[in-house]
């Protein structure tokens, strides 16, 4: 990238702040700070995280520990949306850790991709990031529709049921509305947008049928690791209904 480049990156970024500080500011939503901070903490984690994974590639023994500390950031992101302190943190580890795992693996013993580190780290990491979503949204709908039908789940307890069974139907409609995004991305893809994957790889300069079968992989690879991340942390959390926040206080 020559000077060119940069002076050009600069000023298209400068601008796109400014139309969405400026329109926040004028509609009173508070948001420029908010834009402001999260366009220069992107701009530091990039060249940071570039940096990193330039390493990385050249030296394939790092990748693990790269993702490893990836899935850790991850699983303690979630769990902190999901409850207060780290009572949640297991089951949104093990969500996470299942979803990316179970993908990746097919994944590569299928020889879709090439297992090496210029393939693997990326790929995986996407896995991680959409596992991590999942699992938010799972853990946090059972969590609130948890609170709100708690009257019902204690009539279960009542009848003699466990907690897994008294919050069975509970657990599969929050893993069930965790996956509608990316069941609405793959089902809309091409039509409502053209993915990241996809236009990057065509910038790049591969062409449309390689970037159309990366996409693809990415896209279904995503569906798969937020399934079974959904459903991994339900389950968990309904074997332990006080990892919920405030649930017992309802009891």
Same mark, same amino acid.
């Given at each position: 990238?020559?000077?060119?480049?940069?002076?050009?990156?600069?000023? @298209?970024?400068?601008?796109?702040?400014?139309?969405?500080?400026?329109?926040?500011?004028?509609?009173?939503?508070?948001?420029?700070?908010?834009?402001?901070?999260?366009?220069?903490?992107?701009?530091?984690?990039?060249?940071?995280?570039?940096?990193?994974?330039?390493?990385?590639?050249?030296?394939?023994?790092?990748?693990?520990?790269?993702?490893?500390?990836?899935?850790?950031?991850?699983?303690?992101?979630?769990?902190?949306?999901?409850?207060?302190?780290?009572?949640?943190?297991?089951?949104?580890?093990?969500?996470?850790?299942?979803?990316?795992?179970?993908?990746?693996?097919?994944?590569?013993?299928?020889?879709?991709?090439?297992?090496?580190?210029?393939?693997?780290?990326?790929?995986?990491?996407?896995?991680?990031?959409?596992?991590?979503?999942?699992?938010?949204?799972?853990?946090?709908?059972?969590?609130?529709?948890?609170?709100?039908?708690?009257?019902?789940?204690?009539?279960?307890?009542?009848?003699?049921?466990?907690?897994?069974? @008294?919050?069975?139907?509970?657990?599969?409609?929050?893993?069930?509305?965790?996956?509608?995004?990316?069941?609405?991305?793959?089902?809309?893809?091409?039509?409502?947008?053209?993915?990241?994957?996809?236009?990057?790889?065509?910038?790049?300069?591969?062409?449309?049928?390689? @970037?159309?079968?990366?996409?693809?992989?990415?896209?279904?690879?995503?569906?798969?690791?937020?399934?079974?991340?959904?459903?991994?942390?339900?389950?968990?959390?309904?074997?332990?209904?006080?990892?919920?926040?405030?649930?017992?206080?309802?009891?």
């Amino acid at each position: 990238m020559d000077l060119a480049d940069v002076l050009a990156l600069a000023a @298209a970024l400068a601008l796109l702040v400014a139309v969405a500080a400026g329109l926040g500011t004028w509609m009173n939503a508070g948001q420029l700070k908010a834009v402001v901070t999260a366009t220069l903490r992107a701009l530091v984690q990039l060249v940071a995280v570039g940096a990193v994974i330039a390493v990385v590639i050249r030296t394939p023994a790092l990748a693990p520990l790269y993702l490893l500390l990836m899935v850790s950031v991850a699983s303690w992101t979630s769990a902190r949306r999901i409850a207060n302190g780290t009572i949640a943190l297991p089951a949104a580890a093990s969500a996470i850790l299942a979803g990316t795992t179970v993908t990746a693996i097919i994944i590569f013993a299928c020889r879709a991709l090439p297992f090496e580190a210029a393939t693997l780290v990326p790929f995986v990491a996407q896995l991680v990031g959409g596992s991590m979503t999942a699992t938010t949204l799972a853990g946090q709908r059972f969590r609130d529709d948890t609170r709100s039908h708690w009257a019902e789940v204690e009539g279960w307890l009542a009848l003699g049921a466990t907690y897994r069974q @008294a919050l069975a139907t509970l657990a599969h409609t929050a893993a069930g509305r965790a996956v509608v995004p990316a069941l609405d991305q793959t089902r809309n893809v091409g039509l409502v947008t053209l993915p990241g994957a996809f236009v990057g790889l065509l910038l790049g300069g591969a062409s449309p049928v390689e @970037a159309g079968r990366v996409q693809l992989l990415v896209l279904i690879g995503l569906l798969a690791a937020e399934t079974v991340a959904a459903l991994v942390v339900t389950q968990m959390l309904s074997a332990r209904p006080e990892a919920l926040q405030n649930v017992d206080s309802l009891k």
